[in-house]
DNA sequence: CGTTCGTTTGACGATCCTCAAAGTTGGTGG
DNA sequence: CCACCAACTTTGAGGATCGTCAAACGAACG
């Protein structure tokens, strides 16, 4: 996003430092735990826009930890159109679901110039195993990631275009908030096209309700510049009781 | 299920013997190590139709393996109706989206007579220190489930009605017979409105939909009685390219 | 400056939801 | 054992939402 691109290219590979450390992985070590974690850290290495982090199918080797920037995840299913299951910001964790089948589930894309931490999956089972912190950390991670997509799939099959579209710009809004970055004015570095692959609406959809919510004063959209006007409104779209099959 | 709950009472709690070990989590300790499992082990316990074993917001305390039966979980949100997120049955671990949180996210229920082994997670975490064999389990079914929650997400979203219902049915036919029951003849254990819930689907477009199926001869439906005629037919459908989306 | 990619907007139609009512099943109690 | 009740299922009719196709516009890039 455009925030996170600030982050300017970081020789300091020490997690204590890094801006994420708050919301990150290593989070809670002791000092001398922090440090073999560092040690089995690969320098951050950027991505370009539309470079892969990771290829679908490709053997599972690391977790990676983002430090700024953005990535999305797709799924390529033989003979449909890739879909995309989620997008990754600064201090999220990419590559946990590729650890049972030691394969990558799906590709991982940069959105825009990306910074991540590479964690050799082996070392840091090893880590694990004379750190409990470390340990519940991982089962911490994915656990809410299991949460995530739960939701998600409740979004999916629960609601409408205009609910989907304001539960993605508020999740948006709080994860930019979470990490110092404006909760209210924001950049997307995905396309309509990606969101409506993400929310499993139609591109012109994902248009159309945008420039709906517009006209309503719900937001403020110049191309990818998104500014939530009437978040309580957003709020209550995104909540409200009568979504789809709500009969019954 | 059916099937499966002709599993008796079982007195025998040694994991070794349980005809679900080999998909359980306990799969691969040492002898010694699997000891000290079955003896953190709850006693399995009946849970009758209808009976709740965790409910949303309680507090989690345990992970639970399922013996015999079969259960659902469901997700109230504000307002909206429930919605199910998982069905599970036996070998299957319930509870792990809870771990992060040390909430239950969702009320996981029985569905027929059902059998639950009890796994206290502090103990577990205790005994996951000294066996990397049991962690890298624990990872593996963390991970396994996000897998999961992934293709379901892609279902949710990309896919039509037909698609989704010949998915759910090749899901839990492919499930059956690795749990040693018939793939092709099954009970379900979920009425049609669980299948919509958990499918993004009308109770009334499940019932439509199996209707049609069965006129054209992919499936023979009596009740909850199911069984697959055409399964060949039922996975064209399902990976069909022409879903939702398709275009572009 | 032209090409490509992304976005917007419109028209049309299909899928699937909603509402409604009748028909089944299963379980309970008289 | 039967009757009754509740929950579940089926089927129909009508309509809303959202996808598809199409075309024009805008922006970014070489």
């Known amino acids: 996003m455009a925030e996170s ?24 070590l002791e000092l001398n735990e922090l440090e073999s974690f560092d040690a089995i850290l690969q320098r951050p290495r950027p991505l370009k826009r539309g470079e892969a982090l990771v290829r679908q199918g490709g053997s599972f080797e690391s977790l ?25 910001l600064p201090g999220e964790l990419v590559g946990l679901d590729g650890i049972g089948e030691s394969r990558c589930y799906g590709s991982v894309v940069a ?15 090893d880590l694990a195993e004379h750190s409990p912190t470390l340990r519940s950390q991982l089962y911490r991670c994915m656990s809410r990631e299991l ?13 409408t275009a205009d609910q989907r579209l304001a539960s993605f710009l508020l999740g948006l809004s709080n994860r930019f908030r979470a990490r110092g970055f404006s909760p209210a004015r924001f950049h997307l570095s995905m396309s309509r096209s990606d969101i409506g692959s993400y929310l ?29 006007v009437d978040r309580d409104a957003l709020l209550a779209l995104a909540e409200e009781g009568a979504g789809r099959h709500s009969g019954v």
């Not at 110039?113 to 964690?119: A, D, K, N, P, R």
């Open 111 to 125: 959105l825009e110039t990306t910074f991540v931490c590479e964690l050799p999956f082996t070392r840091l089972e």
């Open 5 to 28: 691109g600030r982050c300017q290219p970081v020789k300091e590979t020490r997690c204590e430092l890094c801006s994420q450390h708050a919301r990150c992985l290593p989070l809670g």
């Open 147 to 159: 949460r995530n997509d739960q939701r998600m799939m409740c979004l999916l099959s629960g609601r």
């Open 200 to 228: 499993g609406l139609a591109l012109e959809t994902v248009s159309r309700v945008l420039a709906r919510f517009q006209a309503q004063g719900l937001v403020s959209v110049e191309g990818r510049e998104m500014t939530l």
């Open 64 to 88: 990676y930890a983002v430090r700024s920037g953005s990535l999305k995840q797709t799924v390529a299913q033989e003979g449909q159109r890739d879909q995309i299951t989620h997008f990754y």
